[in-house]
């Protein structure tokens, strides 16, 4: 369920028409509704509001510090994954204490950061971390929290580029290794273990995977326990799937009300880290069609937004439904098949390929739906194109929470060394 509808064939975003919105800030624009942010955190948590728990937005699917905030006033911690996350989530205004910090390439100067803003903990992924992470709090007079993200080996049965928690993925400790890892913890100075941290994919259409997973936690839980290591935290990270297409992921409610029933008795507090869930059905990006183009095999219809704007069609052959902004319910248009392309020197440079749409004119506005996840923060400066506004619809107003970047910000940073300046 989201927000953007159309109100006799004009799409709006909540009480506002798109067209509306684009005619002052420009194309591409991202548009994002905050009805839909805050009903999906609401849904999100709602099965697990008789638990102990905190919801810890996972924050590169959406990374705009307005987009933190709205969550942060419904409580939401953060999942983080870098120094710049961390930047972000404090300007936002998160609460440290809810924040916690996952990935498997930790730089000493991002460890230190979190320490001294106290983060919730730290997710640790190799032993070597685990030694830094000792290290750099024993310098700072700290203890650090943290959780092993351990891999469980489930196949999440979602695409090879975003499956974390099989044995041949890059993140986590194999539960044999983690086992052995928290009894050397348990003597370092520096490290208090209090969690155990799993994530095991992205896209998640199946139930059973997490549920396979969360078991090899529990029994983790157990043997650390009765070793004396008193786990509190169990962070089962996030990966629910949404709708984009075809795919029917399981109801956030079915999800969470599986999962607090899997955890009854464990006595732990659980961490929550959902991304694309909560944003992506709460984002468009919008874009103006610049010409149409017959080609001897294939139609194309050239827009302004292009790969380095929404990179997931080319990079995980993803679906995005493409609606037209003010369409015509009564046939007049026609049909086409059509792939959607843009500016970009690429012909991995497509938004939708073989679609079958209603026929589109030079000029129309069309929307990329579910963009909200993974678009702007993974979008590019690519062929020096300024990356794409970014708005936010309120009921009857919107507000801009990220300029179109200028030409000016595209060299910013950049110098023409004096010896290269000089022409002999
Ligand atoms: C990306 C990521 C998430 C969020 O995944 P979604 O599929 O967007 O819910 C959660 N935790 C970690 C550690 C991640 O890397």
């Known amino acids: 369920m989201h927000h953007f509808q159309y109100i006799n064939d004009e799409l709006f975003c909540e009480n ?17 509704s905050r009805g839909t942010l805050e009903r999906h955190f609401r849904i999100f948590e709602e099965p697990f509001l008789p638990v102990d728990h905190i919801v810890c937005y996972s924050m590169k699917a959406c990374s705009n510090i307005a987009i933190l905030r709205v969550f942060a006033n419904l409580g939401s911690g953060t999942d983080i994954v870098s120094g710049g996350e961390l930047f972000r989530a404090l300007a936002a205004g998160v609460d440290a204490s809810r924040i916690v910090y996952s990935g498997v390439g930790k730089k000493a100067s991002e460890i ?6 106290e983060i919730l903990m730290f997710n640790v992924e190799s032993e070597e971390e685990l030694h830094l992470v000792n290290q750099r709090a024993v310098a700072l007079g700290k203890r650090a929290r943290i959780a092993l993200r351990v891999n469980p080996n489930v196949d999440p049965l979602t695409h090879p580029y975003i499956s974390t928690g099989l044995k041949k993925n890059k993140f986590g ?12 913890a348990a003597d370092m100075e520096g490290i208090e273990a209090i969690g155990v941290d799993c994530h095991i994919g992205s896209q998640l259409t199946e139930l059973s995977p997490f549920l396979e ?41 079915l999800y969470g009300t599986a999962i607090v029933d899997r955890i ?7 961490i929550l880290e959902p991304g694309r869930l909560l ?33 997931r069609p080319s990079l995980y052959n993803a679906h995005h439904a493409v609606w037209k902004v003010a369409r015509k319910t009564n046939g007049v248009n026609g049909r086409i098949v059509a792939d959607l392309v843009g500016p970009i020197c690429e012909s991995s440079d497509f938004l939708a390929q073989s679609r079958e749409m209603e026929a589109v004119e030079t000029g129309d506005l069309l929307a990329l739906m579910s963009a909200g996840a993974y ?5 590019s400066n690519y062929n020096s194109r300024p990356r794409a506004a970014e708005v936010l619809v309120d009921g009857d107003r919107y507000f801009v929470i990220r300029d179109r970047e200028s030409y000016q910000d595209l060299i910013r940073g950049e110098h023409i ?3 290269i300046l000089q022409t002999s």
């Open 213 to 253: 997973a969360i078991d090899r936690l529990k029994e983790m839980i157990g043997i650390l326990r009765s070793r004396g290591i008193s786990i509190q935290y169990l962070d089962i990270g996030g990966g629910l799937g949404i709708p984009y297409d075809q795919e029917e992921p399981p109801a956030p409610s």
């Open 417 to 419: 060394p004096p010896a």
């Open 16 to 32: 506002v028409p798109v067209r509306q919105i684009c005619e002052a800030v420009g194309t591409p624009a991202f548009i994002y």
């Open 264 to 270: 009854a008795n464990l006595n732990v507090k659980l």
């Open 112 to 117: 230190d950061e979190a320490l001294k803003a």
């Open 173 to 184: 400790i194999d539960v044999e290794r983690s086992l052995e890892l928290y009894g050397r």
């Open 279 to 311: 944003v992506g059905n709460a984002g468009i990006l919008v874009t103006q069609v610049l010409f149409r183009k017959q080609g001897p095999e294939k139609s194309f219809i050239i827009v302004d937004a292009a790969m380095n704007d929404l990179i």
């Open 375 to 379: 678009g702007f923060s993974m979008s």
